[in-house]
């Protein structure tokens, strides 16, 4: 099975006409199974389904979200239309705390998190297709420093990798490679 993670975006909300996402934080989702909208109109699922079928192999899904209410219910929302589609393996996700634009701790913690998670499946793949935001960028840099491949699918289906450009040398610690007399 090939290992992908993605950023729970919060297309899925809009798409299933959810209007309180904090009631679905813990609540059954049994009943909305049958409102999951096509696998091409939620981005996570659309880069699920092309990469699988590029690759011709069955993709594991992971969500990353954030610990706000609509991050988590978007996050088991597009897990449940991932098995009700059968577009992906739901593997399941978690939640990064305090994840906001200045807040040096939460964003430490989604690298750390999603730089072990990649290590742990191999490498993989990294999609940055659910829309530009934070968590798409630093998705995209945890895969550079995981070996993963960075892909982005258009809406008309096309998949892209995301070259990884070295514009500096790392220290190993954070996943540079070591210099060929450092050995």
Request: net charge negative; hydrophobic share 45%.
């Amino acid at each position: 099975m090939t290992y992908l993670l993605a950023a729970a975006g919060l297309t899925i909300l809009r798409k299933m006409g959810v209007d309180n996402p904090a009631g679905l934080v813990a609540a059954r989702l049994d009943k909305y199974g049958d409102r999951c909208p096509q696998p091409s109109q939620v981005p996570e699922l659309h880069a699920a389904e092309v990469l699988g079928g590029r690759l011709g192999a069955r993709v594991g899904l992971e969500l990353v979200a954030t610990d706000t209410p609509e991050s988590v219910a978007a996050a088991r929302l597009i897990l449940l239309c991932a098995r009700v589609s059968g577009a992906a393996e739901p593997l399941g996700f978690y939640t990064v705390k305090r994840f906001a634009p200045g807040d040096y701790q939460g964003v430490a913690e989604f690298l750390r998190l999603a730089v072990e998670r990649l290590r742990a499946a191999g490498g993989g793949y990294v999609s940055i297709t659910s829309g530009f935001n934070l968590q798409v960028v630093y998705l995209a840099l945890a895969g550079w420093l995981a070996g993963a491949k960075v892909i982005y699918v258009d809406e008309g289906g096309n998949l892209f990798e995301v070259p990884h450009v070295e514009i500096c040398r790392l220290p190993h610690e954070l996943g540079g490679a070591a210099a060929e007399g450092d050995q």
